[in-house]
């Protein structure tokens, strides 16, 4: 009998021994793939100014690599309720970044955190994020508009949109269903990042980990970590939005999420091989309006309701194991029963444990991954310690996207990177005005010597102001380092003592 059982031991043991197979699955391999930014320049950011400049580029590839943590570096006070005040708790001033065409955003290693940073996808395609650790923790909120993040950009106080960590949507510019229906964001890819913000008492006080609206198809999410978070994902905005959101959710850990592992409406999404864990608490997805969804060998441990239908969406329910309280420590556990949902026809096998209870039925969808795309899903009895060891960051290897062609990075305004150097920097003389003038490849501009200039830090402090015929002697005064300039209709940034190219 011991040997028989060392065997068996072993041979489970030998099931996680290999690493997965990480390859793009599902949706996002369709319609001419997601590639990213294959193919173009290479650059590591390692601060938000790097970061912003190449993310939000409308269409030039770039595989963007994330060195360390990178957040506004603009330092506030917020109070209780996450607004600014002048003490309190010590964050940063958030910031939202429009992610543009064929990008490909990793991270480098463990430490890759965009920090109070999130990311807006509207109406774009060919997007890669992978390796990457979001969050919107104590990041500074609107007063008076519904929890929206609050900026600190050109010296005063901007609001912008939901602190989302990701926000996927094609509701661009448009104001009502038929345009939004002529736009889309598509072919996109987000894989082994994390998530989580801080658990607060006010469910509100964040929106989604990761959302999507208003037409977004040829998405895969695979093999990411939700947690501590009131609401995790949520795809399709209202009853209304009756527009294409078709996406493959494989291989994710969501864990002590109170609701939207995700919550649909008018999907068409494949979740197979997740594994969603609470206490005891929390749901798990909610099947809503318009939606024909396939769950596909999922694992539910410890929740609340595990899947569950409103408002007629259905559903195809097959393969997925469900585990009850029994092997939970949680004042939210005691002995009840976690509630699930089948198809008509169906009824509880024996891997159900006694902690399981039948709740509704959902009626049976028509929808079936298989007629869209080939994949290959993994034993239920897998998906607790493939998940659990595999998911997150930290777990990929990013030496193929390293491979490209390197640059440095550098601040431009132009949709090409332009660098200047000192030696570039030359006067030059005409009958009415002594001008300098920067040039750098399409880059140039032209300040007068009367210009009234202004010097900042990167964080938005003024340092020093004057004319630019005393350029020099204001320049020379400062530490080496990096600096913003604003001229009457101008702004450039320098290095002193080294680069300098416009914004």
């Known amino acids: 009998m011991k040997a028989k059982y060392l065997a068996i031991l072993l041979m489970n043991v030998g099931l996680f021994a290999a690493t997965p197979n990480f390859d793009m699955v599902g949706y996002a391999t369709l319609e001419g793939g997601t590639t990213g930014g294959n193919g173009g ?48 708790t010590a964050t940063t001033y958030g910031e939202l970044v429009l992610v543009g065409n064929n990008k490909t955003i990793i991270g480098k290693g463990e430490s890759a955190f965009l920090n109070r940073v999130g990311l807006m996808i509207q109406n774009k395609h060919n997007i890669i994020i992978r390796n990457i650790k979001f969050t919107m923790s104590d990041v500074p909120i609107s007063k008076t508009d519904e929890n929206k993040v609050i900026a600190f950009r050109n010296g005063a106080e901007v609001v912008l949109n939901d602190p989302d960590c990701i926000a996927i949507s094609a509701d661009s510019a448009a104001t009502n269903w038929a345009d939004k229906n002529k736009q889309g964001s598509h072919n996109i890819w987000i894989d082994h990042c994390e998530f989580y913000n801080a658990y607060t008492s006010n469910k509100d006080r964040y929106d989604g980990l990761l959302d999507a609206k208003n037409n977004i198809y040829n998405a895969t999410f695979s093999w990411n970590y939700f947690h501590n978070h009131h609401k995790g994902s949520l795809i399709g905005n209202s009853n209304g939005d009756s527009l294409r959101h078709e996406i493959t959710i494989h291989h994710n850990f969501y864990k002590d999420l109170d609701a939207r592992t995700p919550m649909m409406r008018h999907t068409k999404i494949h ?233």
């Not at 963007?64 to 917020?78: D, H, L, P, S, Y």
């Not at 109070?79 to 003490?87: K, L, M, Q």
């Open 41 to 88: 320049k290479v650059v590591e950011v390692s601060n938000f100014a790097e970061f912003k400049q190449y993310a939000e580029d409308l269409e030039t590839p770039y595989v963007i690599i994330v060195k360390g943590e990178i957040n506004t570096g603009i330092k506030t006070f917020i109070d209780e309720n996450g607004h600014v005040a002048s003490s309190g």
């Open 271 to 503: 979740l197979y091989n997740n594994y969603v864990l609470g206490q005891g608490t929390g749901n798990g997805p909610n099947v809503r309006y318009g939606s024909d969804d396939y769950f596909e060998n999922n694992h539910y441990a410890g929740l609340s309701k595990a899947i569950f239908a409103g408002d007629d969406g259905v559903a195809t329910i097959v393969g997925n194991y469900y585990e009850g309280c029994a092997n939970f420590q949680s004042s939210g556990c005691n002995s009840k029963k976690m509630k699930i949902s089948v198809n008509p026809g169906t009824s509880l096998t024996s891997k159900d444990t006694a902690w399981v209870t039948y709740d509704t039925e959902i009626p049976k969808g028509t929808f079936n991954p298989k007629s869209v795309y080939s994949y290959s899903a993994d034993p239920v009895g897998d998906v607790k310690g493939l998940v659990t060891n595999y998911s997150g960051i930290g777990k990929i290897d990013i030496s193929e996207y390293e491979k490209g062609t390197k640059i440095d990075p550098v601040i431009v305004s132009s949709s090409s990177v332009a660098e200047v150097s000192s030696s570039s920097v030359t006067s030059s003389s005409s009958s009415s005005e002594n001008t300098t003038r920067l040039i750098a490849t399409d880059v140039e501009f032209t300040i007068s010597p009367m210009t009234k200039v202004q010097i900042f830090s990167l964080t938005g402090k003024l340092i020093k102001q004057g004319f630019y015929s005393e350029w020099e002697q204001l320049k020379s005064s400062l530490p080496q380092g990096h600096y913003i300039v604003r001229g009457l209709h101008q702004t450039l940034i320098f290095q002193s003592r080294g680069k300098c190219s416009r914004l």
